[in-house]
């Protein structure tokens, strides 16, 4: 069976794992695609550091920092020390010694001229997630926050993501996210492929503005889903009202959307209403959703969805799979 995912950090790549124990206890072979948000990119020190891309990689390669979600085990950040005692900006990113490894393979392999599929490719062939992890893009798309500009009053100004979200923790409301240079970018290579050939598409509970709504605005994207014969069923990021983990409800409130699993569900809406789901699962806590977005064509079902240990997870993405083939059946 060949599954698909749009996966943006730490909450797509804890469902993959899951996704990863259900798929090898069922027996069949299967092939997961990861299409990863690359938004959150950033420049730092003279490295480039792709979050979402590196906590996929480190998550399913075991070598994830399981505490912080992010980063390496057993970091140290000796290096950020010293960048800090001479007082060289940006102070509040922390870069770990083991994390700057993979950032000067990927500076060096992008200077070369090697695309970031490419060198992504070649950074999974040491830690084998056991997917294949394609970034949404080779182009820059980086992710910007429209914040009021805390140091100049009554300005607006466009904020790195990773600025706003760990310098500010999200805490200045954002008036919209602007994913810069998005409108230029093109699918990175196998992207399309593996939307079009794909058996099932999964999205998994990653943040639907700022992770898998970067990857939606990557021109050609949302079309392939849309014409995929793949059935396409999501999880919800938000249960009995709240994110479960990240700042989701921050950048629903950006653009308006109520932080409820049933308006991120019809957010995205019905793919035979011009959106992109066929089912969606939300938790039993939400089970009330059930029957409005069956009413908006999105087959719903309400299964438990915290992702407390890898069975748990696997449990999800096994629910995730059956419903995307009860639609599949029904037509
Ligand atoms: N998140 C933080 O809250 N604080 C950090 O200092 C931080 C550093 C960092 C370095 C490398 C990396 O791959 C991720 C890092 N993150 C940090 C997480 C990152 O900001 C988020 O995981 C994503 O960008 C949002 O999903």
Same mark, same amino acid.
């Given at each position: 069976?060949?599954?698909?995912?749009?996966?943006?950090?730490?909450?797509?790549?804890?469902?993959?794992?899951? @996704?990863?124990?259900?798929?090898?206890?069922?027996?069949?072979?299967?092939?997961?695609?990861?299409?990863?948000?690359?938004?959150?990119?950033?420049?730092?020190?003279? @490295?480039? #550091?792709?979050?979402?891309?590196?906590?996929?990689?480190? *998550?399913?390669?075991?070598?994830?920092?399981?505490?912080?979600?992010?980063?390496?085990?057993?970091?140290?950040?000796?290096?950020?020390?010293?960048?800090?005692?001479?007082?060289?900006? =940006?102070?509040?990113?922390?870069?770990?010694?083991?994390?700057?490894?993979?950032?000067?393979?990927?500076?060096? /392999?992008?200077?070369?001229?090697?695309?970031?599929?490419? #060198?992504?490719?070649?950074?999974?062939?040491?830690?084998?997630?056991?997917?294949?992890?394609?970034?949404?893009?080779?182009?820059? !798309?980086?992710?910007?926050?429209?914040?009021?500009? =805390?140091?100049? =009053?009554?300005?607006?100004?466009?904020?790195?993501?990773?600025?706003?979200?760990?310098?500010?923790?999200?805490? @200045? =409301?954002?008036?919209?996210?602007?994913?810069?240079?998005?409108?230029?970018?093109?699918?990175?290579? +196998?992207?399309? $492929?593996?939307?079009?050939?794909?058996?099932?598409?999964?999205?998994?509970?990653?943040?639907?503005?700022? /992770?898998?709504?970067?990857?939606?605005? #990557?021109?050609?994207?949302?079309?392939?889903?849309?014409?995929?014969?793949?059935?396409?069923?999501?999880?919800?990021?938000?249960?009995?009202?709240?994110?479960?983990?990240?700042?989701?409800?921050?950048?629903?409130?950006?653009?308006?959307?109520?932080?409820?699993?049933?308006? #991120?569900?019809?957010?995205?809406?019905?793919?035979? /209403? +011009?959106?992109?789901?066929?089912?969606?699962?939300?938790?039993?806590?939400?089970?009330?959703?059930?029957?409005?977005?069956?009413?908006? +064509?999105?087959?719903?079902?309400?299964?438990? @969805?915290?992702?407390?240990?890898?069975?748990? *997870?696997?449990?999800?993405? $096994?629910?995730?799979?059956?419903?995307?083939?009860?639609?599949? /059946? !029904? +037509?």
């Amino acid at each position: 069976m060949r599954v698909t995912t749009l996966a943006g950090g730490i909450g797509g790549a804890r469902f993959i794992r899951g @996704l990863k124990a259900h798929l090898a206890a069922s027996g069949q072979e299967s092939h997961i695609t990861v299409i990863g948000n690359t938004g959150d990119d950033i420049w730092v020190h003279g @490295l480039r #550091v792709c979050p979402d891309l590196d906590t996929v990689m480190y *998550t399913l390669g075991d070598g994830i920092d399981t505490e912080r979600g992010w980063g390496r085990r057993d970091e140290t950040f000796h290096a950020k020390e010293e960048l800090q005692a001479y007082g060289v900006e =940006p102070t509040w990113f922390g870069l770990g010694d083991r994390d700057i490894g993979t950032h000067l393979v990927r500076t060096a /392999s992008l200077n070369a001229g090697y695309p970031l599929s490419d #060198v992504t490719r070649a950074l999974c062939a040491r830690w084998k997630p056991g997917v294949e992890l394609l970034p949404m893009t080779n182009d820059r !798309a980086e992710t910007h926050v429209i914040v009021d500009s =805390p140091d100049v =009053p009554g300005n607006r100004v466009a904020m790195h993501f990773q600025e706003w979200w760990i310098k500010y923790r999200a805490s @200045l =409301p954002a008036h919209d996210f602007v994913f810069i240079g998005i409108e230029n970018a093109t699918p990175a290579p +196998g992207v399309l $492929e593996a939307i079009a050939e794909a058996d099932v598409i999964v999205l998994p509970p990653s943040n639907p503005i700022v /992770s898998i709504g970067t990857i939606l605005a #990557v021109p050609g994207i949302t079309d392939a889903l849309s014409q995929t014969d793949a059935p396409i069923v999501g999880i919800s990021p938000i249960i009995s009202g709240a994110p479960v983990r990240g700042m989701a409800d921050a950048c629903l409130t950006a653009r308006g959307i109520e932080t409820t699993a049933l308006a #991120v569900g019809l957010n995205y809406g019905a793919r035979n /209403s +011009g959106g992109i789901l066929d089912g969606w699962l939300v938790d039993t806590s939400d089970a009330d959703a059930e029957s409005d977005l069956e009413a908006a +064509g999105i087959g719903c079902r309400a299964v438990p @969805l915290f992702m407390t240990d890898v069975p748990a *997870t696997a449990a999800m993405a $096994e629910h995730a799979i059956d419903l995307a083939q009860a639609l599949r /059946s !029904a +037509g």
